[in-house]
């Protein structure tokens, strides 16, 4: 079912379901964004994605990821007030994330060079060390790559992200999805000495060879996906080129 509204005194028209920012997007408007992916549910936690919405008469400021398209609503992407609010809240996650690059450089678009708040000081959250607790990750490693390896720890300050009980998650296949979305690119992923790290989760792996002696992948992600998809015992073992 179409939907039709204007954005930024544009017409537009979405399906259906869809969240505002990404139609946003698809008509060339920027919002900015740290907790948001199209591939999986919303969760509204960063409030970086802030616009004006008016419906029936009345304005309100709300996030524009979570936000599902309605017919004859005026969103605005830009003015004096959302500036104002992105640039607060941004100043607010720079203090918990003061070395994430990708934020210090979202901020600084904001006016944002230095936070006036600090970092909480529980022992949690010099533990979580730059991640903003987003849920990217856990929502990643859920919905799209099905391990479920991941999940929020704890409560208010003493929150964190990880694995049960904040120790390394046993079913994580390092295959490096969570390490891809995040947003302050605070999880670490190498490979290094046959091995596959994960570095924020802790979480080592062998490598798997092909014949020439090439890492593939590590071998309980091979595993994992072999027993997923039903896949022959042998299928990794042949070097690219010569089936
Ligand atoms: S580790 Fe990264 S993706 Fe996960 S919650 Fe923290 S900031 Fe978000
Ligand atoms: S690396 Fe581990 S925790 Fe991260 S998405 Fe893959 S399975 Fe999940
Ligand atoms: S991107 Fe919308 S709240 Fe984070």
Same mark, same amino acid.
């Given at each position: 079912?179409? %939907?039709?509204?204007?954005?930024?005194?544009?017409?537009?028209?979405?399906?259906?379901?869809?969240?505002?920012?990404?139609?946003?997007?698809? $008509?060339?408007?920027?919002?900015?964004?740290?907790?948001?992916?199209? =591939?999986?549910?919303?969760?509204?936690?960063?409030?970086?994605?802030?616009?004006?919405?008016?419906?029936?008469?009345?304005?309100?400021?709300?996030?524009?990821?979570?936000?599902?398209?309605?017919?004859?609503?005026?969103?605005?992407?830009?003015?004096?007030?959302?500036?104002?609010?992105? =640039?607060?809240?941004?100043?607010?996650?720079?203090?918990?994330?003061?070395?994430?690059?990708?934020? #210090? #450089?979202?901020?600084?678009?904001?006016? %944002?060079?230095?936070s006036r708040f600090e970092r909480?000081?529980?022992?949690?959250?010099?533990?979580?060390?730059?991640?903003?607790?987003?849920?990217?990750?856990?929502?990643?490693?859920?919905?799209?790559?099905?391990?479920?390896?991941? =999940?929020?720890?704890?409560?208010?300050?003493?929150?964190? %992200?990880?694995?049960?009980?904040?120790?390394?998650?046993?079913?994580?296949?390092?295959?490096?999805?969570?390490?891809?979305?995040?947003?302050?690119?605070?999880?670490?992923?190498?490979?290094?000495?046959?091995?596959?790290? %994960?570095?924020?989760?802790?979480?080592?792996?062998?490598?798997?060879?092909?014949?020439?002696?090439?890492?593939?992948?590590?071998?309980?992600?091979?595993? $994992?996906?072999?027993?997923?998809?039903?896949?022959?015992?042998?299928?990794?073992?042949?070097?690219?080129?010569?089936?």
């Open positions: 079912m179409t %939907v039709q509204f204007t954005i930024n005194g544009v017409k537009v028209e979405a399906q259906k379901g869809e969240s505002v920012i990404e139609v946003a997007r698809r $008509y060339g408007f920027e919002i900015p964004s740290l907790c948001h992916h199209q =591939a999986v549910t919303p969760y509204g936690a960063c409030r970086v994605c802030l616009v004006e919405i008016v419906k029936g008469g009345r304005k309100k400021l709300t996030t524009s990821c979570n936000y599902e398209v309605l017919d004859g609503i005026e969103v605005v992407t830009d003015s004096e007030a959302i500036h104002k609010h992105r =640039a607060m809240v941004l100043e607010l996650i720079l203090a918990e994330a003061p070395d994430a690059e990708p934020v #210090k #450089k979202l901020a600084a678009q904001y006016g %944002v060079n230095v909480s000081d529980t022992e949690m959250a010099q533990e979580r060390h730059d991640c903003i607790m987003c849920g990217l990750c856990v929502r990643v490693c859920t919905e799209i790559v099905e391990v479920n390896a991941l =999940a929020f720890n704890g409560r208010g300050y003493n929150r964190g %992200v990880g694995g049960p009980y904040l120790e390394a998650p046993q079913s994580c296949i390092a295959c490096g999805a969570c390490a891809w979305v995040c947003p302050t690119d605070c999880i670490g992923f190498v490979e290094e000495d046959g091995m596959r790290k %994960v570095l924020k989760w802790d979480r080592e792996l062998p490598m798997e060879k092909d014949e020439n002696g090439r890492p593939i992948a590590p071998k309980f992600q091979l595993h $994992y996906f072999k027993e997923k998809f039903g896949l022959p015992a042998d299928i990794y073992k042949k070097a690219p080129g010569s089936r």
